[in-house]
């Protein structure tokens, strides 16, 4: 079964700081991952989609790395704002349908 | 562009009552569709994901159910709620023949509070 861990749980950063999001999953034979956005009581907002054949992907000031054979992602963000606060959200696809498994999440807070 | 809603947006209802929660997607055809559930403290649980009309896979077993009575609409319903029935219910659609490798959209969510 796959289980996808996030770390850390929470970040608070000074703003304009870079910072990087940590994300772990034990089955390596996956079609894609995916980063999120969740606003407080928001749904989901996709940011980045990496094939598995893919290394990394970025969008901005956003870049995201995807390490498959050793079941690690991580997502880079530069010079960090306060809008940027936000709960990060990783997440696989292993199956037919593109069923995701998800990480619990990193809730980043960038301060002024 | 397509689109993705849900309502009602926030709902309190009492133990034992029943449950409707409507997800419809605009701007697309034949839709992956799939419901969430996000309990406080938790992470995303995928419930249920339908391919086609009619057809509605499960993931966990629960007290709650899905239909998909036309294409681009999924409904996810209980005949009894349970106080662990709360939580934060959210929509998602996926395109694609197959549906693998694609970007899954997210709905606004529905709040549940079952008191």
């Known amino acids: 079964k796959q289980e996808v861990t996030q770390i850390p749980a929470a970040l608070s950063v000074p703003e304009g700081e870079n910072l990087v999001l940590n994300c772990s999953f034990t089955?390596?034979?996956?079609?894609?991952l995916q980063w999120f956005r969740q606003d407080p009581g928001k749904g989901l907002t996709s940011l980045l989609l990496?094939?598995?054949?893919?290394r990394e992907q970025t969008s901005g000031r956003l870049n995201a790395s995807l390490d498959k054979s050793s079941g690690r992602s991580t997502l880079y963000i530069a010079a960090s704002q306060p809008g940027d606060s936000a709960t990060y959200l990783c997440?696989?696809?292993?199956?037919?349908?593109?069923?995701?498994?998800f990480g619990t999440g990193t809730r980043l807070q960038v301060t002024l | 562009s397509q689109t993705i809603h849900q309502w009602p947006a926030t709902l309190v209802q009492p133990v034992g009552s029943p449950l409707s929660l409507e997800c419809t997607v605009e701007?697309?055809?034949?839709?992956?569709l799939y419901w969430y559930r996000q309990a406080a403290g938790r992470g995303l649980q995928l419930l249920f994901y339908?391919?086609?009309?009619g057809q509605i896979s499960s993931e966990v077993p629960q007290n709650l159910s899905a239909s998909r009575p036309q294409d681009r609409q999924f409904i996810l319903s209980s005949k009894k709620l349970l106080l662990s029935d709360s939580g934060f219910y959210l929509c998602?659609?996926?395109?694609?023949?197959w549906g693998l490798g694609e970007t899954q959209y997210f709905g606004p969510g529905t709040r549940l509070l079952v008191l």
């Open positions: 998602a659609w996926s395109g694609g023949v």
């Open positions: 089955d390596s034979a996956i079609y894609n």
């Open positions: 990496i094939q598995s054949s893919q």
């Open positions: 997440a696989v696809n292993t199956g037919t349908a593109s069923k995701l498994t």
């Open positions: 701007g697309t055809s034949n839709p992956n």
């Open positions: 339908s391919v086609g009309i």
